[in-house]
């Protein structure tokens, strides 16, 4: 009598297809040895109430929606109020030679292994920082770029000893096997711009 109960409680389950019945037919096998192993009889009915009771919880609660935690609203508000303007005002300038200057220094201090080149990775730290902006300035200055910060002398002796070793003392980069610092748009910053571009049409 009871294994009916069982058996069918747990088919129906299945049947329904709800959250549950996966829950159910694996109970089911368990089930069935209880019942062959004719213990007594209340033993189905507990584990039937057991399916039951599992059953119905996780039909109406498991999956009930979550609310949000108080860093999803946050996100959430951080990205209705911003959008993408950020990207929008980096884009604004990207093209400045402020901008120049401030991804060389970032080069100098932090490296760089974004570019792919025959002649590697670069470090970060070649130059002393405090020294890094003046050789910016020096970079900048190979193809014409202007720096805006006067910048002593010696800026062409740090470049050179430190720098033209590898990207040449013209900056071209030894035949491309440096990136070439010359170019009117560095690569970094083409790539930064590209990626800039393509969050624009995500938002
Ligand atoms: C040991 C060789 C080496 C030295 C020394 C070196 N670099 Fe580099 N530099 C590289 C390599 C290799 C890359 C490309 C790294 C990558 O894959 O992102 C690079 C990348 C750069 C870039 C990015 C270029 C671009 O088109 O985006 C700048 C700017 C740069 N270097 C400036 C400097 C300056 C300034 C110095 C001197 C303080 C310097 N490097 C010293 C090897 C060097």
């Given at each position: 009598m009871f294994s009916i109960w069982v058996h069918l409680i747990s088919l129906v389950f299945y049947l329904l297809k709800l959250k549950a019945h996966q829950f159910a037919t694996k109970s089911y096998g368990l089930i069935l040895i209880i019942i062959t192993l004719d213990m007594q009889k209340i033993i189905p009915l507990i584990v039937t109430m057991i399916v039951l009771l599992y059953a119905v919880y996780n039909a109406k609660f498991r999956d009930a929606p979550k609310t949000d935690t108080p860093t999803n609203i946050h996100y959430k508000e951080h990205i209705k109020t911003h959008k993408t303007t950020h990207y929008e005002d980096e884009l604004s300038h990207i093209n400045t030679d402020a901008y120049t200057k401030d991804y060389i220094i970032k080069v100098i201090n932090?490296?760089?292994?974004?570019?792919?080149?025959?002649?590697?990775v670069m470090e970060g730290g070649f130059a002393n920082p405090s020294d890094a902006e003046k050789i910016a300035c020096y970079t900048m200055e190979l193809s014409g770029?202007?720096?805006?910060t006067p910048y002593p002398k010696d800026a062409a002796m740090f470049y050179t000893s430190?720098?033209?070793?590898?990207?040449g003392n013209d900056g071209k980069g030894l035949g491309g096997t440096y990136?070439?610092?010359?170019?009117?748009?560095m690569l970094g910053i083409e790539m930064r711009e590209n990626f800039l571009k393509s969050m624009q049409k995500h938002r």
């Open positions: 932090h490296g760089s292994n974004i570019l792919d080149f025959k002649g590697g770029k202007k720096c805006r430190i720098c033209g070793g590898c990207h990136p070439d610092l010359t170019r009117p748009k």
